[in-house]
């Protein structure tokens, strides 16, 4: 037990992409979503706090702790939506698990992938719950770098079978359409929202400007569909108008964050939403009839971290795709750190 | 410029000795002690927080951000005082440095050996500027693992020749006279803290226990002595009697954080104390005269983690005391994370 806790294991870019590889890009997320169903389960036992926020003009850097009493992890991550200009990623990240019993780190992770892989896994858990059941046909608005997770997510696990795209920048649904043509999806591109939206059961709305946008106007949406909208996680930063949000039941998952950063910013801050976990639990209902409108404003939140970053630690006890970083000090006495530094002295000096 | 971002230096605790011994441990903190010192004259500016703080019942885990609008920085750091008995450190850190303009990390450290040499670069600042000019002998409270740390950055930074040990457990004053033993300093060991303060100019208390204590009372404090509190550094732990605080001129980091953690959680919340900051940019006065008390009632505070890690990031230019970590998903296309994977798919089908 107390042999190498100094090590802590860490997944690089390279290995997160050989380890989602060997294991299908589709099944990890399906096994992500199981992790995300147990912890929205038990989501009144996690130490819940908004994100701590830096902002400045260019953009912001968050950390996002939490913890089950057992398991302690955070994810840093930047949101920059100038760096695409500049070739860099608009928002990349990294996260930790450590033991709550010895505050030890247990784990290190690169983050952008997984944070794909969450979010699209997430929806897919809003879309299970809370879409009709006969949903087949998702509208993905916003051809960016979560698209294409957002389709294979809603394939797996809620039986999608068509997406129609639509992005402002049509070289972006050129890419989408590219990279799922062996997906075994149908695939139709679209020239507009309406045309994107039109005989969909599902509707995603992941698009990246940070600034308030009205991607979905009222009279696109009818009865009876499921709104994913998690492109508007940020104050200032919104896909809806606000009268979608005025005829739809909406689902969140933590208001004091959402209010915030999601759609319903459009809202009073006492505008009555649900959180999805309650619909897992059974302690609240999810869609009431096939002509509902059920919105899910998902911003993400640190416990879907958490809950990728413990799919990530059990896939490693059948993987090697990771290496060991020499990252806490590790004395022989606990109290002499200085002869730690002495003794490797003497060692470079033996050597 | 933008050539390998995706790639971010690591630290190793290895690598964080052997840098510490190719520059020499004295040398560093005397250099941290310099970015430390710019930093607390530039105080106002950076982002401050109180940090971020996950409790247990064994312990508590913390995040310490901070921001100077140019670079980021955090820290996690826990305390688990129950450590020591099963041989684990009760202080592990490591820590993060990122760029503000485009949220990208550009150092990662272990924070264990980093953090002993900044507490203890910060004591000696503190020293420097409330201490009387002629402080030749130091009275260390507490063998653990900072004490070494605190020796030899007084006697660096503010000419200090002899130290006077004391600890609960002699056996602690045994290593810490030991590992001082080819420093330069005169060393005398102690059998009570009354014997070790014994014409003591400076006294450092670094003891570790997570309760009231009182291992400095009232009349053993005489006129003109100088005291660094560091060993008092959260909730419900503390090290004065409250009636030396009452006649000593109390300096803090952060007044938010020291009076929740400090020795002055035992004064009222609106005792007055004074910002060692200021005594740097000559706001307001150190030292009254050679007969008061001046007392650093120091907790350790994340714009001093942000100054070492400012440290390292420039000493590692003229050393290779790192390796190369691929940290962050860098696509051709920032839209194309999802493509990114498919490619490594066809690399590895190729190779």
């Given at each position: 037990m107390k042999d190498n806790l100094n090590i802590v294991p860490f997944v690089s870019v390279e290995n997160m992409m050989r380890l989602v590889l060997e294991r299908g890009i589709e099944n990890c997320m399906a096994e992500i979503a199981q992790y995300l169903e147990e912890d929205f389960r038990r989501w009144p036992l996690f130490d819940k706090t908004p994100r701590v926020a830096s902002h400045s003009r260019e953009g912001v850097i968050e950390l996002m702790p939490t913890s089950d009493g057992i398991d302690y992890g955070f994810k840093y991550v930047n949101g920059h939506p100038k760096n695409m200009k500049e070739g860099l990623q608009t928002v990349t990240a990294f996260g930790l698990l450590a033991s709550v019993e010895t505050g030890y780190p247990v784990l290190l992770s690169e983050m952008t992938v997984l944070t794909a892989l969450r979010t699209a896994a997430t929806s897919a858990v809003a879309t299970k719950y809370l879409a009709r059941k006969d949903s087949k046909t998702l509208a993905l608005i916003g051809n960016g770098a979560q698209s294409e997770f957002q389709a294979l997510a809603l394939k797996k696990i809620c039986g999608i079978d068509a997406v129609r795209l639509y992005d402002i920048d049509p070289a972006a649904t050129e890419k989408c359409a590219a990279n799922l043509a062996d997906s075994g999806l149908t695939i139709i591109k679209c020239d507009t929202p309406q045309g994107a939206i039109e005989g969909a059961d599902v509707v995603t709305t992941c698009t990246a400007d940070k600034k308030y946008s009205t991607i979905l106007t009222d009279n696109m949406v009818g009865a009876g569909i499921h709104i994913n909208?998690?492109?508007?996680?940020?104050?200032?930063k919104t896909e809806l108008h606000k009268d979608i949000l005025l005829r739809s039941d909406i689902y969140v998952e933590y208001p004091e964050q959402t209010r915030i950063e999601g759609d319903i910013q459009q809202l009073d801050d006492d505008y009555p939403v649900k959180e999805l976990w309650q619909v897992l639990t059974g302690e609240i209902d999810g869609?009431?009839?096939?002509k509902a409108i059920t919105l899910f404003d998902g911003v993400g939140f640190a416990i879907e971290d958490f809950s990728a970053l413990r799919w990530l630690r059990d896939a490693l006890k059948s993987s090697d795709k990771y290496q060991d970083l020499d990252m806490i000090a590790d004395p022989d006495d606990p109290r002499d750190l200085f002869g730690m530094v002495r003794r490797e002295a003497e060692r470079l000096a033996d050597s």
């Open positions: 909208a998690i492109g508007g996680d940020c104050p200032g869609r009431s009839d096939d």
